[in-house]
């Protein structure tokens, strides 16, 4: 299959593009398309035949369920059922925005899109390219992030491609996504609202929006035992193809610590990779460095995180040692998909 991809920019939400692609989401095809936090692969997400295509297309595992995108919140009783009055102060103050809810499911929305669960999560994009296109093709469009499962997720329409190239019919480049992590999840079929994926949107922002709220114990720790509610969480996931190793503690002891790591891989014959920030470049010797940015922009640090990752990928590196990005904020978001990346090999200095 031949791989268009058409540039759009975000102005171009009625446009000629934006119709041929519903035509494609409308006829039970695949289309990659930006949001605000990364790409996405869509499809009807009301069509059984549509949401398998994008298993087949990125290898996921059939368990695995979609989030469903919807342009209105009127449009949500179309797809969940019982909904609390949560859901509404959430999408009141977050909505469209980096924010996925977990609700019971409607009819209308076939198992192959909920992995075979009763509940379906659902989310309203705040990026113009993504709510026009679901606007134009005139149903709900489930998407996951437009990578082969189990890479990093797609920042920039060029991983898209690198990834799934062949396998879909169109992929529209809207340029960098403005966040760079997937979205928050919350859960709202539990007693408290819980958290199974964090994201831009913090436990506190959610407390004070509803009052309480948890984090799902899954998904902080290594310990196998205690498995993460969203099936998404429990994968080795965003990983780049080289062994990933987090360096821990007090700056001048990671240098330390990271520069005796290189030479030991080297003398190995190993080629290494070094993850660190603006500040520490040149601060290591003989390896790859790649800089996420400076230490204090947190969010740019969020938005480079997956290209930086991929970056590595092409400089063929054996294993990458980074710095850890642990601030209290989206910092936590890297952190949880850092640890992931590396599958919690985590050294503390
Ligand atoms: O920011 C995002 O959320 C992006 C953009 C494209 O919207 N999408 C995204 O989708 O990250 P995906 O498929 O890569 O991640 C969806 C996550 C998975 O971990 C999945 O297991 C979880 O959401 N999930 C989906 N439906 C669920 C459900 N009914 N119950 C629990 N977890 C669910
Ligand atoms: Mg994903």
């Not at 093709?137 to 491609?161: E, F, K, M, Q, Y």
């Not at 520490?280 to 010797?285: H, I």
Request: charged share 20%.
């Amino acid at each position: 299959m031949e791989t268009k991809i058409y540039q759009i920019t975000s102005q171009a939400a009625g446009s000629d593009i934006i119709k041929q692609a519903a035509s494609v989401i409308r006829s039970g095809g695949l289309v990659a398309f930006p949001t605000e936090t990364v790409y996405g692969l869509g499809a009807d997400a009301t069509n059984p035949k549509a949401a398998g295509k994008i298993y087949a297309a990125k290898g996921r595992p059939s368990d695995n369920p979609l989030i469903a995108h919807i342009c209105s919140y009127g449009d949500l009783s179309d797809i969940a059922a019982d909904i609390p009055p949560e859901a509404k102060m959430l999408a009141d103050m977050f909505w469209p925005g980096p924010l996925t809810i977990i609700l019971k499911k409607q009819s209308s929305i076939p198992y192959e899109t909920t992995g075979g669960l009763d509940t379906i999560a659902v989310r309203m994009p705040a990026h113009p390219v993504a709510l026009g296109l679901i606007r134009a093709s005139g149903c709900p469009i489930a998407a996951p992030s437009a990578n082969t499962s189990g890479r990093p997720s797609p920042t920039l329409a060029s991983h898209v491609a690198e990834d799934l190239d062949g396998k879909i019919p169109l992929i529209l480049d809207g340029g960098e996504v403005g966040i760079g992590i997937e979205s928050t999840i919350v859960d709202l079929t539990e007693n408290v609202p819980t958290i199974l994926r964090p994201g831009y949107i913090t436990e506190a922002m959610i407390k004070e929006a509803v009052g309480q709220a948890r984090t799902d114990p899954g998904i902080l720790c290594a310990d196998a035992a205690i498995r993460p509610k969203a099936p998404g969480m429990k994968y080795r996931h965003y990983a780049p193809k080289a062994e990933l190793v987090i360096v821990d503690g007090e700056a001048s002891a990671v240098i330390q610590k990271i520069n005796t790591l290189v030479k030991q891989q080297q003398s190995q014959g190993r080629q290494v990779g070094v993850l660190g920030t603006d500040e520490t470049r040149g601060a290591y010797q003989g390896a790859v460095f790649r800089s996420i940015g400076p230490r204090k922009d947190e969010e740019g640090i969020a938005r480079h995180l997956y290209r930086v990752l991929r970056e590595f990928d092409a400089d063929h590196v054996d294993i990458i040692y980074s710095e850890s990005f642990f601030t209290p904020g989206i910092g936590q978001a890297v952190k949880n998909r850092l640890l992931k990346a590396a599958a919690h090999q985590v050294l503390r200095v």
